[in-house]
Structure formats: structure tokens, C-alpha cells
């Protein structure tokens, strides 16, 4: 199980420096990602395939400055592994500041690579943040 939770922290520092290599090294090609926000913030929803997990983070750089997320806590069965941690950035439409907590729940398939993942956020804070 600490196999699956070092891959997806491979995963997330090679996303940081090259989304592109990390997307083709680390997700399945049936990858979903759901991440359902308030209707006011551009980059909610769910996002099918590499391409769809590339527009996504295509939305979030156009919409926030991200500042580099910070992962307190790893929990891993023998397909899932559940992270949680801290998400600071600044809303680019609006100048506004933001600090949430969130969960990312990401499944594996039977070959080793990430199928699936849900981001359950602190929405609140992000919606004040986008001004509702």
C-alpha cells in the first residue's frame, strides 16, 4: 500500500514540473477526474481522459495563482489512496486570497495506473474567494 502513496506523490511532483509526462506516465486512458464546485468558479465539473485532465488544469492556471499544495496526510488501501492537505492561492479575476483544505481520492486500475479522482474541497472558502 505505501507503493500506491509513493506513486501518487511521484505523481504530483512530476504534474508541478511537467503535466504533459506526468499525465502520460501515471493516469489510465479512461482517466475521470470529478471535482464538483459552485457554479461561479470556472474549473468544477467532471473531466474525461487525458485531454479533459489537461483542460482542467488549463482552467485552474487561468482562474488562480496556486501556490504549491501542501499534503499532510496519506491514507492508502490496496486500490486508493486518500490525501489530504492545504490548497493557498489567489483568484486571478478578483485579486481575492484563498486558504482551503481539501481530500484527493485517487483509485487505481489493474494496471497500476490512476483511473480515477475526486477533489472534495473546502468550497466555502473558494467561493467566498471567486465573491459569492
Known amino acids: 500500500m505505501s507503493d500506491l502513496i509513493d506513486e501518487v506523490k511521484a505523481f504530483y511532483a512530476e504534474l508541478s514540473s511537467d503535466p504533459v509526462a506526468a499525465c502520460g506516465k501515471f493516469l489510465s486512458a479512461d482517466f475521470v477526474l470529478e471535482n464538483f464546485l459552485p457554479e461561479h468558479i470556472p474549473f468544477g465539473g467532471r473531466y474525461e481522459g487525458v485531454e479533459g485532465f489537461l483542460k482542467y488544469l488549463g482552467e485552474i492556471v487561468a482562474a488562480i495563482e496556486?501556490?504549491?499544495l501542501e499534503m499532510d496526510e496519506w491514507v492508502a488501501d490496496s486500490r486508493?489512496?486518500?490525501v489530504r492537505g492545504e490548497d493557498r492561492g489567489l483568484v486571478r479575476s478578483n485579486g481575492r486570497k484563498y486558504r482551503m483544505r481539501f481530500v484527493h481520492w485517487l483509485t487505481f486500475d489493474?494496471?497500476?495506473?490512476?483511473?480515477f479522482m475526486r477533489e472534495f474541497n473546502d468550497?466555502?472558502?473558494l467561493a467566498e474567494a471567486f465573491g459569492r
Not at 489493474?110 to 483511473?115: C, K, M, P, V
Open 66 to 68: 496556486m501556490e504549491p
Open 123 to 125: 468550497t466555502a472558502a
Open 80 to 82: 486508493t489512496v486518500a
Open 110 to 115: 489493474r494496471t497500476g495506473r490512476i483511473a
